[in-house]
């Protein structure tokens, strides 16, 4: 029987220990996600702004031909 019990205990603590990893992996994986939205959103506002920048400058010199 307490054989029994510490491979019962011994299993729970892999258990535990592959759920830990997960979670940590999982975090991990938030962060980058996070990331990676972030790079992405600030990227499209500098090209939005770099586009307008080129359509006001076009105009500007259309007006001034």
Not at 5 to 13: A, P
């Amino acid at each position: 029987m307490a054989i029994l019990i510490g491979l019962l205990w011994v299993f729970s603590l892999a258990i535990t220990e592959n759920c830990i990893s997960i979670l940590k992996l999982n975090k991990t994986l938030m962060k980058i996600a996070a990331f990676n939205t972030s790079a992405v959103a600030i990227f499209v506002s500098k090209l939005l702004k770099f586009v307008k920048l080129q359509i006001s400058r076009d105009v500007t010199n259309y007006q001034l031909i």
